[in-house]
């Protein structure tokens, strides 16, 4: 049997007054009492964890919302870091690219500073001379570049042919044709003239190097240099699975 609460303390006091009277025994009475007290005890103690049961659901329901708000914050912080990481890396590739173009541009700079200051060293000297001669493979063709200085004042200006020479596998010499079929380049200089020549190559071999010859108008030789032919640049091949 259950009471309503507020019908309690209404009981109690009509089972006193029955045992006053002697309506109710005794152990009877002690009995009602017992439960009674059991009754009250077990109210107390639903009251109390209910109460314990919310105040501790209150209580995860705000750590819960500190953590997300935790969460929250350090995902900005992580996706800050980020961005500045990665504005960092940007502007660390740009600075060693510029960096490189400044090192390509002074190496540039000091090869025609070396260039010049050999033309210099030349023009003190009486003749014709060869400078700075190199010769590459670009495809099927090969780039021929050098620089030509007269030395002296006299006379006034120099013109005569560019023959080049290639140096065959069986160690014999063959004369290189330029392009529309010429076997001489013309050249005029004054000071120093620079000579850059695509020579195209159809021949079965490929020389190792090649010999310039400068010869005036009466064809008669006015300076040699000898030149190594840089090795074309071979792309690498990959193996297939065996």
């Avoid at 596998?169 to 000579?195: K, N, Y």
Wanted: charged fraction near 30%.
């Amino acid at each position: 049997m259950r009471l309503p609460k507020a019908n309690i303390p209404t009981f109690l006091s009509r089972l006193l007054a029955d045992i006053r009277h002697g309506t109710v025994a005794m152990p009877v009475a002690r009995m009602i009492l017992l439960f009674m007290i059991l009754l009250g005890l077990g109210a107390a103690l639903s009251a109390w964890l209910t109460a314990a049961s919310v105040e501790k659901q209150e209580r995860l329901e705000r750590e819960n919302t500190r953590l997300l708000w935790n969460i929250e914050q350090l995902k900005k912080r992580v996706a800050d870091a980020e961005s500045k990481l990665a504005l960092q890396i940007e502007q660390l590739r740009q600075q060693k690219g510029e960096i490189a173009a400044r090192e390509r541009e002074l190496q540039s700079l000091k090869r025609r500073l070396s260039m010049l200051e050999s033309i210099l060293l030349k023009r003190r000297e009486q003749g014709v001379h060869l400078l700075a001669g190199s010769c590459r493979w670009l495809g099927p063709e090969l780039e021929l570049s050098l620089v030509l200085v007269k030395g002296g004042n006299y006379p006034r200006e120099i013109d005569g042919s560019i023959e080049v020479l290639a140096l065959r596998p069986d160690d014999m010499v063959e004369t290189v044709t330029f392009s529309q079929g010429r076997e001489l380049l013309p050249f005029r200089i004054r000071t120093h003239a620079l000579v850059h020549e695509m020579i195209p190559w159809q021949k079965g071999w490929r020389p190792e190097q090649l010999v310039v010859v400068l010869r005036d108008r009466d064809r008669r030789e006015l300076a040699r240099m000898s030149i190594w032919v840089e090795r074309a640049t071979e792309p690498a091949t990959q193996k297939g699975d065996s």
